[in-house]
């Protein structure tokens, strides 16, 4: 075997043993997990859902004309600061919600009781999760 083969077969254990790794660690994370989540998804929850309730409180008061941080001016709400605030209001909002039905979409069902539907379900939960990583980051 030349080589740059060899060299190529080592690196493909490697993702594999890493991927294998991570499998089994968060999956056994989730499995023992109380309620149906992993540490760090339960967090990004968290912090998601307190954001976006922060934006909708801020569009619900009408926040649109606050002081303007470089002038100390009030910002006219028909200006285009206001509508461009208004429109990354609106995006964050959505960005949030898209997060946070992706993380729920990880989480198991806490009431099963038998242990082989949980290990099922944990296994499925956790290679979705480990497929989709990139996509949440």
């Given amino acids: 075997m030349d080589p740059l083969s060899a060299l190529s077969?080592?690196?493909?254990?490697?993702?594999?043993?890493?991927?294998?790794s991570k499998l089994i660690s968060?999956?056994?994370?989730?499995?023992?997990?109380t309620n149906g989540q992993l540490a760090p998804d339960k967090e990004l929850e968290l912090v998601t859902s307190d954001l976006r309730d922060v934006i909708l409180r801020i569009q619900r008061a009408n926040v649109i004309t606050p002081l303007h941080p470089l002038t100390s001016t009030t910002i006219d709400s028909s200006s285009s600061h206001a509508t461009s605030f208004a429109r990354i209001c609106v995006e964050a909002v959505e960005v949030a919600q898209v997060i946070l039905t992706k993380l729920d979409g990880f989480k198991i069902d806490s009431n099963i009781k038998s242990p082989q539907s949980r290990k099922l379900q944990t296994f499925q939960q956790i290679l979705k999760q480990l497929w989709s990583e990139k996509q949440l980051d």
Avoid: C, N, W
Avoid at 26 to 33: A, E, T
């Fill in 26 to 33: 968060q999956g056994y994370q989730l499995y023992k997990s």
């Fill in 9 to 20: 077969l080592a690196g493909t254990v490697i993702q594999f043993v890493d991927f294998g």
